[in-house]
């Protein structure tokens, strides 16, 4: 039986290999993408709140519920109904690219939301103190909230890079390849228990070392 | 140097309308140490922002060396700040940067060349004795360390004005004692004025010149802290300063005083700077053949000066009584005679 796996999965080696890849160049892109954008959409949401450096109830109201109409829809849906959206920005809605464009719009405003409640948790106090200092907006957001929210930060890209991986899986469908893909095809379709297995293994591993390397580096960062 | 002209502040939660800060004028001089006092909710963390514009006044006008701070663009608000440090109850440093760098805040954020960066810290925590702290982090200080590194910080600037949010109320009462030093110090050595807002009468007579009781928003009585100290008008004022020496005589001792056949006359005798050498009592007792008997004293400083409240009962003609109590108001002592009898 054990060895009946081993022999699997020298079989289907380079088939591994070869899915690793594509979920790694899934994952890093879109985790990329979304991040800047996450991130961009989490200052704001903090910022445009009320008694804060940019109050603004119109922009943090429409804001707030953009992003929690994109939340509400699971990845699965959200791709299929965006579909016009991702041809218009890559012209494909297939392959690696075609998955980048649903993930970005999938995670974005996850993140958005998680780097929120990590900058959220600067006190309040400092922020007023460099206003005291004469301190300009700008200032305020990159050398108080940014940096002094930084092991949040951290710890907030690591749930969003695992829920990543979890979205990329099903991105397999669109034919981007991938884990997922693989597991489909041949754990599923064809009926290859092994192949199954060594997937859901080759998926723990990613999470194991996403959440590993989150938690090291934000620890590092939270030790001062 | 800063003046506050009929400055109130409105606030609105849920509709509904708060006045943190009602019409209140007041000037602080150049050097001087002023106090505000009050309890919680008063509106004295309201009023002390209203200073450096970080709440900007519903009505009112707020003037810095005669410049009315309304006046200014935000560039030129954000230059105002920089020569007006402020130090907070809860210090609010940097907890992702050390000592060193916390300190370095200002005169990084205005673009200072790295050596001018270095001397100026290294002096800074020379003053507020924190040098072999420099590369640590806030988490490992302690609050008076803490508030030390804050001290530093707002004056790295080279602010005219120190604000004093509650810089004290966070700390034990040894650690209040060195800050309140150091702060003395910095008034003192580098002519800094400083604004401090308290709800402790200690901190007060340690180190104000000049002080404003707040009730309700309301600045209801100011003046210097010896003439508030000596002539409080205020019930609340009265109930400060009650918390730093009683002048009440007990109930049983009044008691005792009217089953006398010859009560006297109970008066309160308060003093300060040059009097206290004077042997009044003798003079009494000499001049006016009165026998005075001590009840109650308490000798105390008022930043560098001695402050002494006597109550003592005299005994005597009647007319030598009256001539006696003329003969201490003629010594600029503040005289008051007890009523014990309603
Ligand atoms: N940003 C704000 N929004 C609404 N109400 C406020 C705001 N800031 C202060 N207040 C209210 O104004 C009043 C005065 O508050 P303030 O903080 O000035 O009092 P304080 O004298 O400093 O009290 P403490 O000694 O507790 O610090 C309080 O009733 C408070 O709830
Ligand atoms: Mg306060």
Redesign the interface.
């Known amino acids: 039986m054990l060895g009946n796996f081993f022999d699997s999965f020298a079989e289907f080696w380079d088939l591994y290999v070869q899915s690793m890849r594509e979920t790694g160049i899934m994952v890093v892109y879109s985790l990329v993408i979304s991040a800047a954008i996450g991130l961009l959409l989490g200052i704001v949401l903090v910022v445009t709140r009320p008694g804060h450096i940019y109050a603004n109830p119109i922009v943090y109201q429409v804001m707030n519920i953009i992003i929690n109409v994109l939340r509400s829809l699971p990845f699965i849906i959200l791709m299929v109904a965006i579909i016009p959206f991702t041809k218009w920005v890559v012209g494909t809605t297939i392959g690696v690219k075609g998955a980048i464009v649903p993930l970005v719009v999938y995670t974005a405003p996850y993140l958005a939301r998680l780097l929120e409640s990590a900058l959220l948790e600067v006190d309040r106090g400092v922020i007023e103190a460099f206003q005291s200092m004469g301190a300009t907006h700008r200032q305020i957001i990159t050398r108080v909230l940014l940096r002094e929210a930084r092991p949040s930060l951290v710890l907030g890209l690591t749930i969003g890079t695992i829920s990543l991986v979890g979205a990329s899986a099903m991105a397999g469908v669109v034919g981007a390849g991938g884990l997922g893909d693989v597991a489909i095809r041949y754990g599923y379709q064809r009926w290859e228990p092994n192949v199954m297995i060594t997937c859901v293994l080759l998926l723990i591993l990613w999470v194991q070392i996403v959440q590993s390397l989150g938690t090291a580096i934000a620890k590092r960062l939270r030790k001062r | 140097m800063i003046q506050l002209k009929n400055v109130s502040k409105v606030f609105y939660q849920n509709k509904h309308k708060i006045e943190a800060v009602k019409n209140v004028t007041l000037e602080v001089q150049q050097g001087e140490i002023f106090g505000i006092i009050g309890f919680s909710g008063a509106g004295k963390s309201t009023l002390i922002r209203c200073i450096?514009f970080?709440e900007r006044p519903t009505e009112g006008t707020v003037s810095i060396n005669g410049v009315d701070l309304a006046s200014l663009k935000e560039g030129q608000l954000?230059?105002?700040?920089?020569k007006?440090?402020?130090i907070?109850q809860?210090f609010?440093?940097?907890?992702?940067?050390?000592v060193f760098d916390n300190v370095a805040?200002?005169l990084r954020?205005?673009g200072a060349p790295r050596n001018e960066i270095n001397r100026k810290v290294g002096e800074l925590l020379e003053i507020v004795g924190l040098k072999e702290k420099e590369a640590m982090?806030p988490?490992q200080l302690s609050g008076g360390q803490k508030q030390r590194v804050?001290i530093a910080?707002a004056l790295a600037?080279d602010p005219e004005i120190l604000?004093c949010d509650e810089a004290t109320s966070a700390l034990d009462p040894q650690t209040t004692e060195s800050i309140l030093e150091l702060l003395l110090e910095i008034n003192r050595k580098y002519h800094i004025t400083i604004v401090l807002i308290t709800h402790e009468m200690h901190v007060i007579k340690k180190i104000c010149d000049r002080v404003a009781v707040m009730e309700n928003g309301k600045v209801v009585e100011q003046g210097k802290v010896l003439d508030v100290f000596s002539r409080p008008q205020q019930a609340i004022t009265k109930n400060f300063i009650k918390t730093i020496f009683d002048v009440n005589l007990p109930e049983s001792l009044l008691a005792q005083i009217k089953q006398h056949d010859d009560p006297g006359q109970l008066l309160r005798i308060s003093f300060a700077g040059d009097h206290v050498a004077e042997p009044i009592l003798a003079e009494l007792a000499v001049k006016f053949a009165l026998r005075p008997n001590i009840m109650y004293g308490n000798i105390t400083q008022i930043k560098d000066t001695t402050f002494g409240t006597l109550v003592i009962r005299v005994t005597g003609e009647p007319a030598a009584i009256q001539a006696g109590i003329d003969y201490l108001s003629g010594l600029e002592l503040q005289i008051e005679v007890i009523d014990y009898a309603g």
């Open positions: 450096n970080l954000r230059k105002t700040r920089r007006i440090g402020m907070f809860t609010n440093l940097l907890s992702s940067n050390t805040t200002p954020l205005a982090y988490s804050a910080r600037s604000l």
